[in-house]
């Protein structure tokens, strides 16, 4: 199979008029191989900021004796509850997966990249009789881990930079992201989104809210879908069809937040001398729409008021009049235990988050399940109902008792799920149906996410992926927040402050560029990338629709991997798997390029048909294999 696959690609390269080679530099335009250059003596071609790795300290907190025990103790149980009903149900669980595939899956998982070579080669050739649990726990305590989680909840949030209609909400994803580092509790996380207020620069959690600025109504529904994982929105026009959800009940849960603004008064935003300003350097020129751009960020913020929700003026039901101020009420459960002065939205951001909430915690447990398996415990995720049934519920009930118990810490969470037996097995390879119980025999089937295969492209590109932060936008809020009131000279002042920081972050991202790509992890760039990235090529989620992100397979994807940038980069030299191949002795390179591409050593027949290949081609036989390993569904799928 291999020999067939390598066969097509080469020919296809051929067909395509390209030639990728590991070592193109060492060739002449005749096709005469000039002499190679030792490793040492070849000159990079990726940008001149990767030659050198930042000097970044990594926390690595230590896992203590008694949580190793809660740990194991945990995880058995989980594998008890999954092989009674494996058992009841006449089903074999699938075997232990080997180490090779152990080392990727758990990378993958965990820190949503690769491997590198040397990674998976050291993990496979140790004695340790814990490793497995060992590079657990190493790989949750790595900025991989919060890269990975905060790319999952992106796509669940729609984090971006920029609201729909413009509004600047960069620090939101800023905040997310320090608070996984800070390995910050989720009921924590949830709560200060939904009480924030004030303005982005100052309280970059508003952004949350900010998301959804002029839209209160589709706020609610998307925040119930999100954290309750139940789907409310008919009913803000009618009662639900095929749910037990009123108008009236919607409204009524609406109403918590019905005194919100998201537009601050105007006499804190104003600008008075702006007309004047924009006049003096020209309506319609540049520093006159930055001026205008800088009013308009300064406008929004999130700030509580006295009013009220009404129903609406076409309110067709008996139980509440048109225009009808509405009182505010739970959905279900009980009202939680609150100061007498909190204020409604305090009241409404308790009960969403609290550990009574009978859906709050069921929710987030479902949706971690399906992180390390692939499908959740019930599905659709989001879609729940007082007649959901999860495939186990005693398994289910267990694991809702253990994120209480863990006071709502994912990083413990998913810990325990890791070291289970179920998580170590391997992958069911059929279909399965999402009508159907699944019951965990092993985790199913998955391709990688499109930041799984960009983030996994780049360890076989730059060194240390995860030290290539994103630039803190600190130099721009500076210049874009403004105080009420700024003269004529204060705003041209600003404008000329916000050019010089758009600057700094433009020749920041060329010193990290290759043929038009930033070549940083995907929790690190632009959110979303524009369409046509590799990334949105790959599925990543336009961030409109909640989890809109896809792993189906498209034309696009197959040629941005047969001979797009991101492919052509890794054979340049200066790339890692360049450097590694070159600095490897002869017979040892393909061994090399195995590794870091698929995580494992190469069978014989492989063997035979990649040497074959080499020595056809000579340096561009090699280039030609690393090409062909890319393109294989062993690379792009989590096994």
């Given at each position: ?38 490793p ?65 899956r ?25 490793k ?20 999952y ?56 809210r ?39 009940e ?46 308009r ?21 008996d ?11 739970i959905?279900?459960?009980?009202r ?10 305090q ?102 996410s ?26 721009f809020i ?8 700024l ?45 046509g ?59 090399v ?21 080499i ?7 090699m ?6 390993l ?10």
């Amino acid at each position: 199979m291999f020999r067939i696959l390598t066969s097509g690609l080469v020919c296809l390269i051929a067909l395509m008029g390209g030639e990728p080679t590991i070592n193109a530099q060492n060739k002449a335009p005749n096709g005469v191989v000039k002499k190679k250059a030792k490793p040492s003596e070849i000159k990079s071609k990726l940008p001149a900021a990767f030659n050198s790795v930042p000097n970044v300290n990594l926390p690595v907190k230590p896992v203590k004796a008694e949580q190793i025990a809660k740990v194991r103790e945990s995880a058995a149980t989980i594998d008890q509850f999954i092989n009674a009903k494996l058992a009841a149900e006449g089903i074999d669980p699938n075997p232990e997966i080997d180490d090779a595939r152990f080392v990727r899956r758990a990378y993958l998982d965990i820190t949503g990249q690769i491997p590198t070579g040397r990674e998976a080669y050291l993990f496979v050739r140790s004695n340790l009789s814990n490793k497995r649990e060992v590079l657990i726990d190493y790989l949750l305590n790595t900025v991989g881990y919060s890269s990975h989680m905060f790319n999952y909840l992106a796509d669940n949030w729609r984090i971006v930079d920029k609201s729909s209609n413009n509004t600047y909400i960069r620090p939101w994803a800023e905040w997310v992201k320090k608070s996984l580092r800070q390995n910050k509790p989720y009921d924590l996380m949830v709560r200060e989104m939904l009480t924030a207020d004030g303005q982005i620069f100052d309280n970059p959690a508003v952004g949350y809210r900010l998301r959804d600025v002029g839209m209160p109504l589709d706020h609610l529904n998307n925040t119930v879908r999100i954290f309750l994982g139940t789907r409310i929105g008919c009913a803000q026009c009618h009662d639900h069809p095929f749910d037990k959800w009123t108008q009236k009940e919607f409204y009524q849960l609406a109403a918590f937040e019905g005194g919100l603004r998201t537009q601050l008064p105007r006499p804190e935003y104003a600008q008075p001398n702006l007309k004047k300003a924009t006049a003096d350097v020209g309506e319609r020129s540049r520093e006159a729409n930055r001026m205008r751009q800088i009013e308009r960020w300064n406008r929004y913020g999130v700030v509580e008021t006295a009013a009220k929700l009404k129903f609406p003026h076409d309110y067709a039901y008996d139980d509440a009049k048109p225009n009808e101020i509405v009182l505010p009420e739970i959905l279900f459960g009980k009202r939680p235990a609150v100061p007498e002065n909190a204020s409604r939205r305090q009241v409404y951001a308790h009960w969403m988050t609290s550990r009574q909430n009978p859906r709050f915690t069921r929710a987030i447990v479902n949706r971690m399940w399906k992180r390390a398996f692939g499908v959740g415990m019930f599905e659709p995720v989001d879609d729940m109902t007082d007649y959901t049934k999860a495939s186990n519920p005693e398994l289910e009930t267990f694991l809702i008792s253990e994120m209480r118990r863990l006071n709502y810490d994912l990083k413990e969470f998913m810990r325990i799920v890791y070291n289970t037996d179920a998580y170590q097995r391997s992958v069911t390879y059929d279909d399965i149906d999402l009508s159907k119980p699944y019951h965990f025999q092993g985790p199913v089937l998955r391709r990688m996410s499109a930041e799984q295969v960009w983030d996994s492209v780049l360890v076989l590109t730059v060194n240390s992926p995860d030290k290539y932060l994103r630039p803190n936008d600190n130099p721009f809020i500076a210049a874009v927040q403004a105080e009420p009131g700024l003269s004529v000279e204060q705003l041209k002042a600003k404008v000329d402050e916000y050019d010089s920081a758009e600057k700094s972050k433009r020749d920041h991202n060329r010193r990290h560029t290759y043929r038009g790509l930033v070549l940083r992890r995907a929790s690190e760039l632009p959110q979303p990338l524009p369409a046509g990235h590799f990334l949105r090529q790959f599925g990543q989620s336009d961030r409109e629709i909640i989890a809109d992100g896809s792993t189906e397979g498209t034309v696009p994807q197959l040629l941005a991997l047969f001979n797009g940038p991101i492919t052509h980069i890794m054979l340049e030299a200066g790339s890692v798997v360049h450097r590694e191949v070159m600095g490897a002795q002869p017979n040892d390179r393909l061994t090399v390029v195995f590794l870091s591409i698929l995580g494992r050593m190469p069978t014989n027949e492989e063997r035979v048909a990649c040497f074959r290949e080499i020595q056809e081609n000579e340096a561009a036989g090699m280039g030609n294999v690393i090409w062909a390993l890319l393109n294989t569904r062993e690379f792009l799928f989590v096994q």
